[in-house]
């Protein structure tokens, strides 16, 4: 079973702080993804990757950056965390496009609260 | 730019069918994801349709129409347990996956 687990389920951190969100699958997917999800607005992409040290930006990339140094981990940064970043955040991974199969498989998700 | 559409919330009775409706505009179209999310938990892959028609899998079938940019999740025997949020995805080539809102459904007794 592919496994993608994310470090956390519960977050709570101060306006200003740095943030880290870590992200690791077992499935040697090539890419990797992370989303906000908030009510109304539904599952919003942030950044992805399609391989080592690639990245990409989404749809909502302001306020985040990520990594990408191993093929199996994925990590969200909050440089400096702010209140309007409090949200649900969910790690997804896949196999190529290539590879002829387009599922993404989530993470538990990551409850992240600025106060 | 794509543009995906599914009611916000929908009500339906235990023991009943219903049917929740995606439509889309994009191009460069490969196929669409159906999802099922819990609330509290990660979405769950339920079906992918990349030609047109009806495809069965126990109580959930999904339906597509490439032309009509239009899909559709019909649940059937309602349990409530199918209490969750309902979300497509159209699978764009060379882009990651765009979702739409999600559709929540509420299973009464």
């Known amino acids: 079973d592919v496994k993608v687990t994310q470090s956390s389920r519960y977050l709570v951190k101060r306006t200003g702080e740095k943030v880290f969100l870590e992200c690791v699958q077992d499935?040697?997917?090539?890419?990797m993804f992370w989303y906000r999800q908030d009510p109304g607005l539904g599952l919003r992409l942030i950044y992805f990757?399609?391989?080592?040290?690639?990245?990409e930006k989404g749809d909502i990339p302001e306020g985040y950056s990520v990594s990408r140094e191993k093929k199996e981990r994925f990590s969200l940064i909050l440089e400096s965390a702010s209140t309007n970043q409090t949200s649900m955040y969910l790690c997804a991974s896949s196999f190529p496009v290539r590879q002829g199969t387009y599922e993404q498989y989530f993470g538990p998700g990551t409850r992240l609260t600025v106060t | 730019g794509q543009n995906i559409d599914q009611p916000t919330e929908m009500t339906a009775t235990e023991g009943a069918i219903v049917q929740i409706n995606c439509t889309y505009q994009t191009s460069g179209f490969n196929g669409l994801f159906w999802y099922q999310q819990h609330a509290g938990e990660a979405p769950t892959f339920l079906s992918y349709n990349v030609l047109d028609g009806l495809e069965e899998k126990g109580r959930f079938s999904s339906f597509l129409s490439r032309s009509k940019g239009y899909s559709y999740l019909l649940l059937k025997e309602l349990q409530m347990k199918d209490s969750a949020s309902y979300l497509c995805?159209?699978?764009?080539?060379?882009?990651?996956?765009?979702f739409g809102k999600g559709t929540r459904l509420s299973v009464i007794a």
């Open positions: 499935m040697d997917h090539e890419n």
């Open positions: 990757s399609y391989d080592v040290k690639m990245k």
């Open positions: 995805a159209v699978n764009k080539r060379n882009t990651p996956l765009v």
